[in-house]
């Protein structure tokens, strides 16, 4: 006996729910054209020489087109390439560490069982309305810690954010007070806890924290300006800013001299050392976008 199969109801969307499918994906794709306009312009602008900056401004397509930026930006590649290992080592490393240290620090000030979690919170809090100042943080670090032209003067200032401590410890509340005592009748120490059962149930907060960190730490410039002497130990971003002031001081030297200014590429370099810095940091997103927005959202949420 055959049987016979109907098929499936289709339910049609309303209207509403069509129109505002259409007009929010419309606004969304605008809003991202206007937001990848600026980085067009920075990739033309590099491009473009000198002299058509000067006399047309910038545009969405070279009307010039010169290496002449890239040129003089590569012309010791051996000295970018180790501006960029330096970078890199600071950035992994300091990541891990930061990492380690604020989510550490957001565990036990999430427990309600740490009987000094409220004076030690108030202690974080406070050091984000006062701080130290310069001065004092300079000569610690000089004096104190003999951190004079070391990588950890460049790692050490950036570890233990407050705000991103904040953030990983209102993730940390989030977990069931009931995981902890179970893991305890189980004889887990808290260390192990920690290491085992928090850190994994918090991992898109870890990835959204570890985003900002990242990016404070490939973007640092001014602690390689203080504690930074030796060249072949810039980072990379004060390793631009120390082609740059080259350049631009050359370019008041060609101005005193009389000689042209518009052969000396200020503008497109800038535009250049931008492309150069921000073009490795923008293939770390996507692979961090999936816990991006649950982990803000997530994070936003509060006791």
Sequence with gaps: MKT?????????????????????????????????????????????????????????????????????????????????????????????????????????????????????????????LFNGGMVSTYVFFIRYLHLKDSLLALILPLMVNIFYLLIMRNYMSAIPESIVESCKIDGAGEFRIYWQFALPLVKSGLMTVALFIVLDYWNDWYNAMLYITTRDKFPLQYMLYDMLASTVALAKLASNASVSMVDIPGQSMRMAMAALAIGPIILVYPFVQKYFVSGITLGAVKE
């Design 4 to 128: 016979t199969t109907s098929a499936p109801i289709k339910i049609r969307k309303p209207a509403s729910t069509i129109v505002f499918n259409v007009v929010g994906g419309v606004f969304l794709t605008a809003m991202a054209i206007v937001c990848l306009i600026p980085f067009i312009l920075l990739v033309s602008g590099s491009f473009t020489s000198e002299s058509s900056i000067v006399m047309h401004g910038f545009s969405l397509f070279p009307k010039e087109f010169s290496l002449a930026a890239y040129k003089i930006l590569l012309k010791n590649p051996v000295t970018i390439l180790r501006a960029y290992g330096v970078t890199i080592f600071v950035t992994v490393a300091g990541t891990l560490g930061a990492l380690v240290a604020i989510s550490m620090a957001a565990y036990v000030l999430s427990r309600k069982y740490f009987r000094f979690r409220n004076k030690f919170s108030f202690f974080f809090y406070f050091t984000t």
